[in-house]
């Protein structure tokens, strides 16, 4: 534990093995002081929710991620970065694609990639899991949203994985790729302003803010974090699930066994994967958090990740996996205004997934030995080698 403790929040490799240094933090220490990160780690469920309640007094604009304190943070680069008033009005401009009858009438969609994703498995065949699957849903399905008709899916995923190593580790190497995204979005952009469509670029294009038009850096910054958070939430949630169900045969068999568990499964699935392990905010006035007096000024990290096995909230079993958790009140989506956008869509893509899966096959087991992302803000895997046997 003392090797962990020395790798500080801010390396990779401490969230390889977290879990026990986080359970000592929520009894001893709630609200962890990091000097060398210079900056608050909250660990309690109930002290990352009150953060999250009060945008008045936790801010979002002057930083979300570990990297933000070390560049330049624009509003217009995200919708993460937006306070009220102004994340109400440019979260509207988004929403009606991810809300209600628009997500549903995507079901029939999501359900014939999710056949042809399966149908080319071989059972009985090692195949990585995430190359196959997780890779490739959300993808298909936030290009499809996005109407980045143009792009195929190995470009669509470096261009994720490129804006989300820009935004964590901001080195000019990362920058340097981040702006190739750049320019293939502006080229996405340019040819919807010529043919208007019923997507979301077509959408952030017809959109007025207090009458004005968004700006290319606005398009941009919605542009890129549609496509980073479209996708990036479910790729990490499927493949932790399906190493999650190889691991603990007696939940997949139990999901066999009962199909109409599959929705409460997938929210103990969200759970326990985290899929982002954690947002931060900055205290606007002097306050107290978790005991500890926290200035204005102050940095903190939400650890959700370690919210989301509180044992206050969880139980004693907070630890284990129970796909009949209920109630399951995770974090993983987030909480308040910033609440996840695509929460209905990443819930819809895993139980689609899900529900073909234990139709068709009567086991799942890791044929390898998985390969975690090294990423202190990404919660999952590179490499799942799986197989599925009927």
Not at 10 to 32: G, I, Q
Not at 47 to 75: N, Q, T, Y
Not at 126 to 140: G, H, I, K, S, Y
Not at 189 to 218: C, F, M, Q
């Amino acid at each position: 534990m003392a090797e962990l403790l020395d790798l500080g929040i801010r390396n990779p490799k401490f969230y390889a093995a977290p879990h026990e240094v986080l359970r000592r933090w929520r009894r001893d220490d709630p609200v962890h002081r990091d000097d060398a990160a210079q900056m608050w780690v909250v660990t309690r469920h109930d002290d990352v929710l009150a953060v999250l309640r009060d945008p008045r007094l936790f801010c979002s604009s002057r930083g979300v991620l570990l990297g933000d304190r070390e560049r330049d943070i624009a509003p217009g680069q995200s919708i993460l970065y937006l306070d009220p008033p102004e994340h109400s009005r440019y979260r509207a401009i988004v929403s009606r694609q991810f809300h209600g009858r628009e997500v549903v009438r995507l079901e029939q969609r999501i359900t014939a990639l999710v056949d042809e994703l399966l149908d080319v498995i071989n059972p009985g065949e090692p195949f990585d899991a995430v190359e196959r699957l997780a890779v490739p849903l959300p993808l298909t399905m936030i290009a499809e949203l996005l109407g980045l008709h143009g792009s195929n899916r190995e470009q669509l995923r470096a261009w994720s994985d490129s804006a989300i190593a820009a935004a964590v580790d901001p080195t000019p190497e990362s920058y340097a790729h981040a702006s190739e995204v750049i320019g293939h979005l502006l080229e996405a952009v340019a040819e919807h302003r010529g043919h208007p469509s019923d997507d979301l670029i077509g959408d952030l294009l017809a959109a007025e803010v207090d009458g004005d038009k968004l700006n290319e850096g606005e398009l941009l910054g919605f542009c890129m974090s549609l496509l980073v958070a479209g996708n990036e939430t479910t790729r990490q949630l499927i493949s932790g699930s399906l190493r999650a169900l190889a691991e603990h045969p007696a939940q997949w068999q139990r999901l066999r066994n009962d199909p109409l568990l599959i929705p409460t499964a997938v929210e103990e699935l969200l759970r326990w994967t985290t899929p982002f392990i954690g947002f931060a905010r900055t205290a606007t006035e002097d306050c107290t958090l978790g005991g500890r007096d926290i200035a204005a000024g102050d940095y903190l990290l939400l650890l959700h990740l370690s919210a989301n096995r509180d044992e206050e909230v969880f139980g004693d079993n907070s630890l284990d996996l129970d796909l009949g958790r209920d109630p399951n009140p995770h974090l993983s989506f987030g909480f308040g205004i910033h609440y996840c956008l695509g929460a209905g869509l990443a819930r819809m893509e895993a139980r689609a997934l899900l529900s073909e899966l234990v139709l068709r096959f009567g086991s799942v087991s890791v044929a390898g030995e998985p390969r975690r992302l090294e990423s202190a803000f990404v919660n999952g895997l590179e490499e799942l080698p799986l197989v599925l046997r009927t």
